[in-house]
């Protein structure tokens, strides 16, 4: 018995709690619409060379915060494109999907968000088992 998680939705819930605490949005907008539509994940390489060049300018300006925006951009959009199959270009590494949900509760933390568990309700149940102890 395995467990299904709906990737696509689990991405889109994390896109949309961040898109109103950040000041540049234009690419989280583009992966909002995206991840309600498989048929465009293909597009997610595209999408990540885009938010890479945007990375390297907030390298050079040394803005953290736009970094950690992009580090989870790039990871969800990297997500996405190994998703749709599509074999060209070569898939990014298997491990993508892994980073999705650390990198999104980094960047929640680095904008400050007083509950960074509240990205994603994948992570409401871990949380109420860790606050309450383990059931006896």
């Not at 990205?119 to 109420?128: I, T």
Request: aromatic share 10%.
């Amino acid at each position: 018995m395995g467990i299904e998680i709906d990737i696509g939705g689990a991405i889109g819930e994390m896109v949309r709690v961040f898109i109103p605490h950040c000041r540049e949005t234009s690419t989280l907008l583009e992966l909002d619409q995206m991840v309600s539509e498989p048929a465009k994940w293909c597009d997610g390489h595209g999408l990540f060379r885009r938010i890479r060049a945007k990375t390297l300018m907030a390298i050079e300006a040394k803005d953290e915060l736009l970094q950690w925006q992009y580090a989870f951009e790039e990871i969800c959009a990297k997500t996405l494109f190994n998703l749709s199959d599509v074999a060209y270009p070569a898939p990014f590494d298997d491990d993508s999907p892994f980073w999705v949900i650390p990198l999104a509760l980094s960047f929640a933390r680095a904008l400050g968000m007083e509950d960074p568990y509240s990205v994603s309700s994948l992570l409401q149940p871990a949380v109420r088992c860790l606050v309450s102890g383990p059931s006896r």
